[in-house]
């Protein structure tokens, strides 16, 4: 079973810039769809943006649209969600997340396809 560990989450001003980073274990990263989902504090998990196996399609929430960014790297296993222009309403709970050994033309923002989980990391924006 792959594991995915986030880094990269902290305490950050808004407008600035944060990265968070998921490491994959295992060989079927290359051949799987990923993504980033949110939780706030109460609330039901959201989601952030995902990527298909080859970087050929992304998709972003209406939220964060412009402002962040995912990509990946095959050879190192990792995924990458670049923010910028943070917000205080950006602070959440954000996971990341594999459709494994799923390779779509379009990806998926229903939580339900994704089978892998992260532990999360926390990202938390003061105004």
């Known amino acids: 079973q792959v594991q995915l560990v986030e880094s990269g989450g902290g305490l950050v001003q808004a407008g600035e810039s944060l990265r968070l980073t998921c490491r994959a274990s295992?060989?079927?990263?290359?051949?799987?769809?990923m993504g980033w989902f949110r939780q706030f504090p109460g609330k039901e998990r959201e989601f952030v943006a995902a990527?298909?196996?080859?970087?050929?399609?992304?998709k972003f929430a209406d939220s964060v649209k412009g402002r962040f960014t995912i990509s990946r790297d095959n050879a190192e296993n990792t995924l990458f969600l670049q923010m910028n222009w943070l917000k205080p309403e950006d602070t959440a709970v954000y996971y990341c997340?594999?459709?494994?050994?799923?390779?779509?033309?379009?990806?998926?923002?229903?939580?339900?396809?994704?089978?892998?989980w992260g532990q999360g990391t926390r990202v938390t924006v003061s105004s």
């Open positions: 990527i298909n196996c080859i970087s050929r399609d992304r």
């Open positions: 295992g060989r079927t990263f290359g051949s799987s769809d």
């Open positions: 997340v594999i459709r494994t050994d799923y390779c779509s033309d379009f990806v998926s923002s229903l939580q339900s396809v994704y089978n892998g």
